[in-house]
């Protein structure tokens, strides 16, 4: 019932950070795109410009392999003039450059295999260059934008050149008036499409049980320094499709700032109050509710407790029933994470209506092992480190601390962290773009936060 109740009281309307993320300008150069060249398949004709860039994927890698298969039709009527039959397109050179409280600057170079007349080819030097920033739109999602595109184009090579073994360069006002750079700047604009789609994924729903889900929400848009790209999020925890009111942090969490010198192309950060959340939403969720069997009986137990004898006519096992008097509590200090969990278990024997004869009140303190797998943070207890047993009630008289530990301590230490990592084991999606994974992971663990910096990697699919 009190779980129940707890859902229908509105979630904490106050929005702040918990974690975030900073994109090193590594992480914006990842792979950087080597030179591709289309030809045609039939009659001479390529792709439009628009089908080469489509293929781009999310911020971080805008502009890279992926652009490289889709050439097969391109009719040289949207770019160029009908005077002109484009041969191949050849991507030269393409970076992404880091403007600090500004946003990206994108550049494209691209040579375009051009026939002006049957018996000679030249080719053409087409450059781009576009302003990127990041906006909020009114979903909440996160946006990029692009402004202030302008093209260049010069002829760099033709058939004549070549036969003379000459390297020449010179401007071509003629061919430049034939490039629409409307239309260029159009198809600009189209390839951030998929990379915008690709950032919608962000905020999507992550199962961790199957009544129990994250998400990841922006707060803001992104801050654009030397450093890198850094973005805030909060985390948002449903149970049963309602999100859950989450205690609220004592400290506002602050991303911690990068290390001008990282070599990782991204470091993602967590807040201890991360953790507590996510322990108190499996909670809510019921999934840390335990049934522990013991090797224990009530026969076993009279030899212990004598009273137990006037209550049971028959020898039945002894079962645990652990719930939570309080919320699980995560401790973060330099080097180690730890678990703080207030539990009180009832003894009874195995019946239908599990009769409980006594309560004991649990604190645990248990190491955590914190490390990431694909996209999901691994989390499971080392092991317990202290605990304290104290009794709460008692239809079989008074029982000391110290019967209680010998009775039931060995039980709990074994099956109390395996049964949270039995809950824990399939591990808690990480924020992430689709089509993303992280390699080469560390895990850092400080002082109220937890640094986890790594690499990307891109799951290139099969066309």
Request: aromatic share 6%; charged share 15%.
């Amino acid at each position: 019932l009190s779980i129940l109740l707890s859902l229908l009281v509105p979630a904490h309307t106050t929005r702040s950070p918990d974690c975030g993320g900073v994109l090193t300008p590594s992480g914006l150069s990842y792979c950087k795109s080597r030179p591709c060249i289309f030809h045609s398949q039939q009659g001479g004709e390529v792709a439009a410009f628009s089908s080469l860039v489509m293929k781009y994927q999310m911020v971080t890698r805008i502009l890279h392999h992926d652009l490289m298969p889709l050439i097969s039709s391109f009719s040289p009527s949207p770019f160029y003039s009908h005077r002109n039959q484009i041969d191949s397109v050849t991507v030269a050179e393409l970076t992404l450059t880091l403007i600090p409280d500004t946003g990206l600057r994108l550049s494209i170079d691209v040579d375009l295999g051009v026939t002006p007349a049957p018996s000679s080819t030249k080719v053409m030097r087409l450059s781009i260059v576009s302003d990127l920033h990041v906006e909020m739109n009114p979903e909440g999602n996160l946006e990029i934008v692009a402004s202030a595109c302008k093209t260049n184009v010069e002829e760099t090579q033709s058939t004549e050149e070549v036969e003379r073994s000459t390297s020449h360069k010179s401007s071509s006002s003629s061919s430049e008036k034939e490039i629409n750079v409307d239309k260029i700047c159009l198809e600009v604009t189209k390839l951030l499409l998929l990379p915008n789609e690709r950032l919608m994924s962000l905020s999507a729903q992550f199962p961790i049980t199957p009544s129990c889900q994250v998400q990841y929400l922006p707060l803001a848009v992104p801050m654009f320094s030397e450093q890198g790209i850094s973005i805030s999020l909060q985390t948002v925890f449903q149970v049963v499709g309602m999100a859950i009111p989450l205690p609220v942090s004592p400290v506002p969490f602050r991303m911690p700032e990068p290390a001008s010198s990282s070599p990782s192309h991204l470091t993602l950060a967590f807040s201890e109050h991360f953790y507590s959340s996510l322990f108190f939403a499996l909670e809510m969720a019921g999934a840390f509710n335990m049934t522990i069997p013991t090797p224990l009986t009530t026969a076993t137990l009279t030899q212990k407790i004598t009273q137990m004898g006037s209550l049971f006519q028959e020898d039945l096992p002894v079962m645990l029933q652990a719930v939570f008097r309080s919320s699980p509590r995560v401790v973060l200090e330099e080097g180690k994470a730890a678990l703080k969990l207030f539990l009180t278990i009832h003894v009874g024997a195995e019946t239908p209506a599990f009769q409980s004869f006594l309560s004991t009140n649990v604190d645990v303190t248990a190491g955590l092992l914190l490390s990431v797998a694909d996209t999901r943070m691994m989390i499971s207890a080392a092991g317990i480190e202290e605990i304290e047993l104290s009794l709460a009630t008692s239809d079989v008289g008074p029982v000391p601390a110290a019967l209680l530990e010998e009775l039931f301590l060995p039980t709990i230490r074994e099956k109390v962290p395996a049964q949270m990592n039995a809950v824990l084991s399939e591990g808690v999606f990480l924020p992430h773009i689709s089509s993303f994974t992280y390699t080469d992971v560390s895990v850092m663990i400080h002082k109220d936060y937890v640094l986890v910096p790594c690499n990307l990697k891109l799951q290139v699919r099969p066309e």
